[in-house]
């Protein structure tokens, strides 16, 4: 028997590693600004483009890329270059892709290896499908990036444009960790069961992306015919082994409050599918997000639409139709209609979002002639559309529109069971190196739960076992750690959970979750850290930052780029190493100053000096170090006293780029004496030693640039490498005897 005494509402992610469904803005969608891109390609290729005889051609044209948003200014000389969209390909204001890989297979831009850039011009905001995604964002929805951009095509300005990340398998392994078979569902795709072959689904607006060979579309045959088959008994087991409702869910309350009707709700239109290898269940992603908050073309008022009632009736949404028929999903649909309209959707933040998006584009705005030619939307017209207007297919203006619709949702909104303190999602982190899983669950700041058991079984066995979660220090985390059992391949597990009034829910409700123990033993390792450096070593342009070294202990060679680094294990895909074929016993430092635009080895985040974790993750989400540190001390690293090996001590010396055994050397020294001066140097650096000697030097990076043999005594002339510092090291017989920093000023 199911004990379901009060509404739980979890965002789940049944994976063996921690994943963010809500990744960082980065450089390129940071939207305080607005960037300027510039392309440039020949004259005849701009018009060809531009034709109308070719507006359905998706033929890409090379042009070269300027991205300038104040901070960053980066070119890629060979991109490609179309139009996209559907109907906005006859619009006088076009859209356009971007695909950094086009002539490149391995270029990309800040990881992105497209670029849709939409003209928003059926919008006279050019602001509602931003609202729209950073709504879903606000719901820890994984949905598209988004921010307004400013498009130069050799140097004519033509216009301000909304720049919405494309979804595609890149999108798919950061949010997911997934690159499994990932859908385009456009007009015409009813969810409508067709039979169980795989084949029957192999239609138009089921576009597959991303093809993997004789398994196509069996993923989407099997959730279409759970979706429409299933009793309604059997419903909520049933779709929950095969599709995350409770993502589904939230943007369903999105779609119901904006008026999205261009979606699958009510358009059977506009949303990608994709199957999630790690978990075996189907992802639900919105996409064109234009059509909402007044915006209408079919002659509703979607300002007062009834949310339980809200799809196309008796035209057959599944989607909508099915999982609202089910109580339990209908209550937590109430319930996450409840917190968006007390949040994010209420009038007073909308109002504040939409005017602070207003204040940044306005002077884009003005001076863009093309988005008034399609309607003739002038910029009083962008300028009212943020509060009290209509005009044609546009009803009401953003603000009026949110008005009337909150007022509506309040008197339509059915109560819910009283809430007790909500989970909101979980992660599951192996740690193959310790043999140890680590279960985080995050819940919401309502009322304190009594009690969160973690409830485990292993290899399908009968017998189960139990451990509470322990809160975290007054945050809303509660963790729990076992020890994988030795021969076991699989764990089993559900969280069973009370709230303050002893009601009793287990979750998932049917069945176990389950993750099996992969293997990855490669013998990567986060090596030495400082997080306070305040005057030590300093980067290729003088600056103290925070840093860290990684350690390769293997036999053979490796490339980074297979590997994530993060300071939050909640978020395992935080930054990518840069692509680097790295060899046995090889040291790499990198720069933790939240500044990726300096080079490839600086991070997307900084250390904390007063403690936090540093986690390095594989592309396939295992956990490969794992490293929790406490209050540091400025200028003293915190290392392995052995690299790669478990001991962790401070070094009044730090060693980056070198060995951690390498402190002192003092049994070279007591042999030979060692002068190496001036350090530091603008012009030449002189060492001198007794005897033969091999000399090498490696810069921040790692990589070695200079190389050379001497007997007692070298001067190296130094005043044309960069400033920085480097790594200095002697051998003898191919053994490093020495090791010493030297720095260029």
């Known amino acids: 028997m199911r004990i379901i005494s009060f509404l739980l509402c979890i965002q789940y992610f049944t994976v063996s590693f921690s994943q963010s469904s809500v990744v960082d803005k980065g450089q390129v969608f940071k939207d305080d600004v607005v960037p300027k891109i510039h392309i440039s390609l020949p004259a005849d290729s701009l018009n060809a483009i531009l034709d109308p005889v070719n507006r359905d051609s998706d033929y890409h044209y090379k042009a070269s890329f300027v991205f300038d948003n104040g901070n960053i200014k980066d070119t890629l000389e060979e991109v490609g270059f179309r139009l996209r969209g559907n109907t906005s390909r006859k619009a006088a204001k076009k859209s356009f892709k971007i695909s950094f890989n086009e002539f490149d297979s391995d270029q990309e831009f800040y ?5 849709n850039i939409n003209g928003e011009h059926n919008d006279p905001s050019l602001s509602r499908a931003k609202l729209s995604f950073d709504f879903l964002r606000k719901m820890q929805v994984p949905a598209s990036r988004t921010n307004h951009v400013e498009l130069y095509i050799n140097n004519i300005y033509f216009g301000l444009y909304l720049n919405v990340e494309h979804i595609d398998e ?40 991303n093809p993997k060979g004789s398994r196509d579309y069996e993923d989407l045959a099997k959730f279409i015919d759970v979706l429409n088959n299933t009793s309604d008994e059997d419903f909520l087991c049933a779709i929950e082994n095969v599709f995350n409702v409770e993502r589904y869910l939230k943007c369903l309350v999105m779609d119901v409050l904006t008026g999205n009707w261009d979606g699958p709700n009510y358009n059977k239109n506009n949303f990608y599918l994709n199957y999630n290898e790690s978990t075996g269940i189907m992802e639900y992603i919105p996409y064109d997000l234009d059509n909402t908050l007044g915006v209408d073309f079919i002659g509703r008022d979607w300002s007062t639409r009834d949310i339980y009632t809200w799809s196309k009736g008796s035209s057959g949404r599944p989607f909508y139709d099915k999982i609202l028929s089910n109580s339990e999903f209908r209550d937590r649909y109430s319930y996450w209609m409840n917190e968006a309209v007390q949040g994010y959707f209420h009038p007073d933040s909308m109002s504040q979002k939409a005017y602070a998006i207003k204040t ?134 559900l969280f069973e959970i009370k709230d303050s009034l002893d009601q009793t829910i287990r979750y998932p409700r049917c069945d176990m979750f389950s993750i099996e123990k992969s293997s990855t033993t490669v013998p990567l390792f986060i090596n030495e850290l400082m997080a306070i450096n305040s005057n ?151 060492i001198s030693t007794e005897g033969e000697c091999s000399l090498q030097v490696l810069d921040v990076h790692g990589k070695s640039i200079y190389k050379e043999e001497f007997l007692n005594s070298i001067k190296i002339n130094v005043s044309d490498w960069k400033s920085g510092f480097y790594i200095i090291t002697l051998l003898s017989d191919n053994k490093e005897l020495y090791s010493s920093k030297f720095v260029k000023i």
């Open 536 to 686: 030590g070593v300093v980067d290729e342009e003088g600056k103290t930052e925070d840093w860290f070294e990684l350690y390769y202990g293997g036999e053979s060679f490796i490339n980074l780029s297979d590997y994530y680094i993060t300071d939050d294990i909640t978020e395992p895909f935080k930054y990518a190493l840069p692509s680097k074929t790295v060899g046995p016993n090889s040291f790499h430092l990198f720069w933790a100053d939240s500044d990726e635009s300096d080079s490839a080895n600086h991070v997307n985040f900084k250390l904390s000096g007063a403690g936090e974790e540093l986690a390095l993750f594989n592309a396939d989400g295992a956990l490969v170090d794992w490293i929790e540190f406490g209050a540091q001390i400025s200028d003293i690293s915190y290392g392995r006293k052995l690299d790669g090996l478990d001991e962790w001590v401070q070094f009044n010396s730090p060693t980056p780029c070198a060995s951690n055994s390498r402190t002192g050397n003092a049994g070279f020294n007591e042999l030979r004496q060692v002068r190496l001066y001036p350090n530091p140097s603008s012009t030449e650096l002189n």
């Open 360 to 493: 940044i584009i306005q002077n884009a705005a003005e001076t863009d002639t093309i988005r008034t030619l399609d309607y003739g939307f002038s910029i009083s017209d962008f300028n009212n559309s943020f509060g009290y207007f209509s005009k044609d297919h546009v009803k009401m203006g953003i603000v009026d529109y949110v008005q009337r619709r909150i007022k509506a949702v309040k008197e339509q909104l059915v109560a819910v069971a009283p809430q007790a303190k909500i989970p909101t999602f979980y992660d599951v982190i192996l740690d193959h190196k310790n043999d140890s899983v680590t279960f985080i669950l995050e819940v919401s700041s309502k009322e304190q739960l009594s009690q969160i058991e973690l409830v485990y079984n292993w290899d399908f066995q009968s017998a189960v076992w139990r451990t509470p979660l322990v809160n975290e220090s007054k945050t809303n985390r509660y963790k729990a750690t076992i020890e994988w059992r030795a021969g076991m391949e699989r764990i089993g597990y």
């Open 170 to 209: 890149q999108f798919t392994q950061s949010r997911f960790s997934s690159e499994g078979p990932l859908y385009k569902c456009i007009y015409g795709a009813d969810l409508a069961y067709r039979g169980a072959a795989a084949s029957n689904y192999n239609l138009s607006y089921y576009e597959l992306k």
């Open 111 to 115: 990881g992105l290896e497209k670029m």
